[in-house]
């Protein structure tokens, strides 16, 4: 991809979430496909930048960009076609290594699952020298996966760019941007969610889940000079609470599942909604300081940051779509509705030792059902999002002054 006449540089920001990254699967096949066909070919990116599940998908993406339409259906089947044996495991041995869980131990430690299917998945359904030919040839300029450093809490960004593209030297407080070529110990180690699955071992540090303290990594894509970004969340909007006519709380005292799974919403969930109100408000000030001081104010300003070694200020437009329904009630329909696809015995009772489904918010649940119907259901509603939001996302994607 060559630098585009109009200097628009355009981001893709995933958003983590276990399972949940099935529906910016679906948000993915709208865009690089019935999109596509309107706009006359499949949308340009520039940077791709992911975490946690995010991470995955913006890899298995990059490796694709190539024939994306086809890719992002590939990306499809494989999301449906899933069943919780071939993404995490659970027998003996992990019985046997719950105390490390707990504990720790010598090594790089334990989780609740065993992450061995999901690492042949990672391994085997990306091409990694497809991603380093896709950044070598520019047409993807940078590609970057967040990470939680284990033994300081600082997030790690891991970022392999275009041979003429130089990493942010201006990382946000307890952040470092690394410069590496990415494989699939990286992805990994981003979705690594702490307790469920173990941390990941690159060069002698251990790192977990990026989401623990950024979920949906839009300030690596402003780092690396974005001007246009398109963010996919995993959890809907609210405004405020409301209560619907008949609905009522859980009618017993909530377990241990049901606070884990809210407690993973607080820490693990987007936080798109502070992300996006603070690059509103930098937007309006470089609009309203134009107005009122005219068209230098903005490069005044930037003179300054320069200075002080901090990114030069600018107009970023900025769009995100989230789910429509609760995915947590969407899982908890799931679980009560049948059978798991395969019909994972042991599994099927450690969810119901969890006690997942138990309440209507089935929230830690719908980190684990890597289950091809449940994760269907998911695309389904991603691809109808980002159709409802047809007009908007033209109008963002389309390319200044046609192809």
């Known amino acids: 991809m060559l630098e585009r006449p109009d200097g628009r540089r355009v981001a893709m920001v995933l958003s983590g979430g276990g399972a949940r990254g099935a529906y910016e699967v679906g948000v993915l096949w709208y ?17 791709l930048s992911g975490t946690s599940v995010g991470a995955i998908n913006a890899c298995f993406l990059a490796a694709h960009l190539a024939d ?22 659970f027998g003996m041995r992990q019985v046997l290594s719950m105390p490390r869980v707990l504990l720790g131990g010598r090594d790089q430690g334990a989780g609740l699952f065993d992450v061995g299917p999901m690492t042949d998945l990672v391994e085997g359904e990306i091409s990694w020298r497809a991603v380093s030919r896709c950044l070598r040839s520019k047409q993807l300029r940078a590609l970057s996966v967040s990470t939680t450093e284990v033994s300081t809490g600082r997030t790690v960004v891991f970022m392999e760019t275009s041979p003429d593209e130089v990493i942010p030297t201006n990382p946000p407080p307890r952040t470092l941007y690394r410069g590496e070529r990415i494989g699939p110990r990286h992805a990994l180690a981003s979705g690594a969610i702490p307790l469920l699955f173990p941390p990941v071992r690159i060069d002698g540090e251990l790192y977990v889940d990026g989401g623990l303290r950024q979920n949906t990594p839009i300030s690596p894509a402003l780092r690396l000079g974005a001007t246009h970004v398109f963010a996919i969340g995993s959890s809907p909007e609210v405004r405020g609470e409301v209560v619907r006519e008949g609905e009522q709380g859980p009618t017993r005292a909530p377990g241990a599942a049901f606070l884990l799974g809210k407690l993973m919403n607080a820490f693990l969930l987007d936080h798109v909604d502070t992300d996006i109100e603070l690059l509103t408000r930098l937007n309006n000030v470089v609009r309203d300081g134009e107005k009122a001081y005219g068209e230098g104010f903005v490069g005044k300003l930037s003179e300054q940051a320069l200075q002080r070694g901090c990114p030069p200020y600018r107009y970023v437009e900025c769009v995100a779509l989230r789910p429509s329904e609760d995915m947590g009630r969407l899982a908890n329909e799931h679980l009560r509705g049948g059978r798991l696809r395969g019909d994972p015995l042991v599994l099927k009772r450690v969810f119901k030792l969890l006690d997942l489904g138990a309440t209507v918010d089935s929230d830690l649940a719908s980190y684990l059902l890597f289950d091809g119907p449940f994760c269907r259901k998911l695309i389904e509603m991603g691809r109808a999002d980002a159709h409802a939001r047809r007009d908007e996302l033209l109008a963002f994607f389309a390319p200044v002054g046609g192809k």
């Open 31 to 47: 865009i690089f496909d019935d999109l596509a066909r309107k706009l006359g070919g499949a949308p340009s990116l520039d940077v």
């Open 68 to 89: 994306p339409v086809l890719g992002v259906r590939r990306l499809v089947e494989l999301w449906s076609g899933l069943d919780l044996r071939r993404v995490m495991g």
